[in-house]
C-alpha cells in the first residue's frame, strides 16, 4: 500500500520544529520516486517564504582534516551562543551498490545530544562533488524550522565543491598542518572557490607547523586571489581539540558574509545561485525522464553496452539515443550529426 504524504500536516510539523516532521519532509525531498516529486514541491512552496534568514556555510577539506570533529566543537560553541544550528552532512555512495556509510552522526556526538541542534547525514547518491540532489531543498526545510545557521559538510576535496560554494554563503576550506605535499594535492579551483581558510589541529607540538603551514597557504592566496575585489582570503589557525582560535574564525565566516552584501548584495547573491538551481533542476527532470521512459532506458544499456565492446563510439552511440529522444518528446529539437556512420 502506497505511503500517504499529508503535505499541510507536514508543513506545520516543520514549522512547530518537530524532529519527526522534519526528518519526514527531509526524506520527501531525497525521494526519486516520481509520484513523491509533486508533494515535494508543494512542501517547499510552502515553506520557502519562512526560509532564507539563516547564515549558510559550506565546509570542505581533505580526508582527515577533522571536519565532522569541527563542527561538532563549533556548533556546540555556537548554541552555547543562542543558535540552532543544522548540519548537512554528504556521506560518499558507493558507485558499485550505492550505499553509504552515514557515520558523521557518530563523530558529532556532543552536537547531537543537543535539542538546538539537527544533524541529517544524507548519501551522495553519486551526484557530483559528494552533493546530495536534495541538499538545497533541505536548507530550506531547516531554515523554515528555525535553525539560524545552516552547516553544510561535503566529502571531501574535489570538483563537486563547486557546487557546494553554489548554494551557500560562505565556503570553508579546513586545512592540515604539513601541508607542504597538500598544497600540490588541493587543486587550484578549490584554493579560488575558498573564503576562509582554516588550519586545523593547531595544538600540541602541531601548533608551530600549524604556523608555518597558514602563511604557506596565505602566500599561496596571494597568487590566487583577486585585488580587484580588494579582499584577501584569511588564513587562520584551531584546534577543534582544545577549541581555540574557532571565535576566530566564525568571525572570519561572519565576516566574510558582511563583506558579501555590502558588495554585491548577499540577496542579489543569492538570487543567482537560485537561478543555477533552477538550471540544476531542470537537467535533473530531464534526465529522470530518460531513465523512466522504458524505450530509452532499453536503448540506453544497448548503446552502453556498443561503446563497451567499441562496436559504436561514444559520439555515434549519443546521436543515436538523442534522435530517439527527439521521437519520443514531441518538440525536443535534435540536428543528427551527418558524420555518422551509424544506420
Same mark, same amino acid.
Given at each position: ?15 512547530? $520544529?518537530? +524532529?519527526?516532521? #522534519?526528518?519526514?519532509? &527531509? ?28 547564515? +549558510? ?21 555556537? #548554541?552555547?551562543?543562542?543558535? %540552532? ?24 556526538? %556532543? *552536537?547531537?545530544?543537543?535539542? $538546538? ?10 551526484? *557530483? ?6 541538499? +538545497?531543498?533541505?536548507?530550506? #526545510? ?19 565543491? &563547486? ?23 588541493? /587543486? ?8 576562509? #581558510?582554516?588550519?586545523? %589541529?593547531?595544538?600540541?607540538? $602541531?601548533?608551530?607547523? !600549524?604556523?608555518?603551514? !597558514? ?9 590566487? $586571489?583577486?585585488?580587484?575585489? @580588494? +579582499? ?8 577543534? *581539540?582544545? /577549541? ?39 537537467? @535533473? ?10 524505450? *530509452?532506458? %532499453? ?12 562496436? &559504436? ?12 529522444? !527527439? ?17
Amino acid at each position: 500500500m502506497p505511503r500517504r504524504v499529508d503535505v499541510p500536516t507536514l508543513v506545520d510539523q516543520v514549522l512547530a $520544529n518537530q +524532529r519527526a516532521g #522534519i526528518a519526514r519532509a &527531509v526524506t520527501l525531498v531525497e525521494s526519486s520516486l516520481p509520484a513523491d516529486r509533486p508533494l515535494a514541491r508543494q512542501l517547499l512552496a510552502a515553506l520557502l517564504p519562512h526560509s532564507g534568514k539563516a547564515v +549558510r556555510v559550506g565546509l570542505t577539506g581533505v580526508p582527515g582534516a577533522g571536519k565532522s570533529t569541527f563542527i561538532d566543537a563549533m556548533g556546540c560553541r555556537l #548554541i552555547a551562543q543562542g543558535h %540552532k544550528v543544522a548540519v548537512l552532512a554528504v556521506d560518499p555512495s558507493s558507485s558499485r551498490t550505492g550505499g553509504s556509510i552515514l557515520g558523521d552522526r557518530t563523530r558529532m556526538g %556532543k *552536537l547531537a545530544e543537543s535539542d $538546538n541542534a539537527y544533524i541529517r547525514p544524507s548519501p551522495s547518491g553519486g551526484h *557530483l562533488g559528494g552533493v546530495a540532489r536534495a541538499t +538545497r531543498e533541505a536548507m530550506i #526545510i531547516m531554515e523554515a524550522a528555525g535553525y539560524d545557521i545552516v552547516l553544510v559538510e561535503t566529502v571531501g576535496v574535489g570538483q563537486s565543491e &563547486v557546487a557546494v560554494s553554489g548554494m551557500v554563503d560562505t565556503f570553508l576550506l579546513l586545512s592540515l598542518t604539513r601541508a607542504g605535499d597538500q598544497l600540490q594535492g588541493i /587543486k587550484r579551483g578549490i584554493l579560488e572557490l575558498a573564503d576562509v #581558510i582554516a588550519v586545523n %589541529k593547531a595544538d600540541g607540538d $602541531n601548533a608551530g607547523e !600549524a604556523r608555518v603551514t !597558514a602563511r604557506d597557504l596565505s602566500i599561496a592566496m596571494k597568487l590566487i $586571489n583577486d585585488e580587484s575585489t @580588494g +579582499r584577501r582570503t584569511p588564513v587562520l589557525t584551531c584546534s577543534a *581539540l582544545t /577549541k581555540t582560535g574557532l571565535d576566530e574564525v566564525w568571525q572570519a565566516v561572519l565576516d566574510h558574509r558582511e563583506w558579501v552584501d555590502k558588495t554585491f548584495g548577499l540577496e542579489k547573491r543569492r538570487a543567482d545561485q537560485q537561478v543555477d538551481w533552477m538550471w540544476s533542476q531542470i537537467e @535533473g527532470s530531464v534526465i529522470d525522464s530518460l531513465r523512466s521512459t522504458p524505450e *530509452l532506458l %532499453k536503448l540506453g544499456n544497448q548503446l552502453e553496452a556498443d561503446v563497451e565492446s567499441s562496436s &559504436v563510439s561514444a559520439l555515434e552511440a549519443s546521436s543515436e539515443f538523442l534522435a530517439a529522444y !527527439a521521437r519520443a518528446v514531441p518538440g525536443f529539437a535534435w540536428a543528427p550529426d551527418l558524420s555518422s556512420t551509424r544506420q
